[in-house]
């Protein structure tokens, strides 16, 4: 499978300062990376959807002045969170999309980076 | 409006049995569906993918079925090891949008 690196793994940070995540896809090209978040033991929730060389699109409910997205190049996009506060505390995921075609099926596969636990104090 | 359902949120199997995960969902629109394996801390990993235009893929000891008309689809382990041992999300989309995930099963396989 493809290799997606997701860093820092942990960060914990004081109330009111920026956290920056980044997202890199090593081994292939991906014009379409995504952010997620977690809450314990539940799903992933799509925060944003991040797209090379243009804006990023947000889900309903998510302060895009808050979680601040690049995607400048085609291997990497960084999530920054803003003026983090203690309910910021989560574990965020990226993935990058990697797309093939093929005897009449398109696969849409995204790959998964290892995940940032964000602690904000 | 939870379009991807995964209704039980746990399960239990012996080693060497066979795990029987299930997911349903309600937009008929959706071609393309994925299984993935999480960890806790760590990222989801991609296990097996099926089209709609299948109703079966076979990787190793991992199977997808694909139930159209009921909107159903299942992940067979065959057979089950405790490596297996995580929560099992499956995931819906259409064309080359987002991913709808489910709620997440969580295996445990018993040595």
């Known amino acids: 499978g493809a290799v997606v690196s997701q860093h820092p793994s942990w960060v914990i940070c004081k109330s009111g300062t920026s956290v920056k995540i980044e997202c890199r896809s090593l081994?292939?090209?991906?014009?379409?990376m995504f952010w997620y978040r977690q809450f314990p033991k539940q799903s992933l929730m799509l925060m944003a959807t991040s797209n090379e060389g243009s804006k990023a699109t947000y889900e309903q409910g998510v302060e895009k002045d808050k979680f601040l997205i690049n995607h400048a190049s085609l291997t990497l996009s960084t999530l920054t969170v803003t003026s983090a506060h203690p309910e910021d505390s989560s574990f965020y995921i990226c993935?990058?999309?990697?797309?093939?075609?093929?005897?009449?099926?398109?696969?849409?596969?995204?790959?998964f980076g290892a995940g940032t636990r964000l602690s904000v104090l | 409006d939870q379009q991807v359902k995964q209704n039980s949120p746990s399960l239990s199997v012996q080693e060497g049995r066979i795990s029987i995960l299930n997911c349903d969902y309600t937009n008929s629109m959706f071609d393309y569906f994925l299984w993935y394996k999480k960890y806790p801390a760590e990222g989801p990993t991609f296990l097996i993918s099926i089209s709609s235009i299948k109703d079966k893929n076979e990787d190793g000891r991992f199977t997808v079925f694909l139930n159209k008309s009921a909107k159903h689809l299942s992940l067979h382990i065959v057979p089950s090891q405790p490596g297996d041992s995580a929560v099992y999300f499956c995931?819906?989309?259409?064309?080359?949008?987002?991913?709808?995930f489910g709620t997440g099963t969580r295996l445990k396989v018993l040595a």
């Open positions: 993935s990058a999309r990697r797309i093939r075609a093929g005897q009449g099926i398109t696969k849409n596969i995204q790959y």
């Open positions: 995931a819906a989309s259409r064309g080359t949008y987002k991913y709808i």
């Open positions: 081994d292939f090209q991906a014009t379409t």
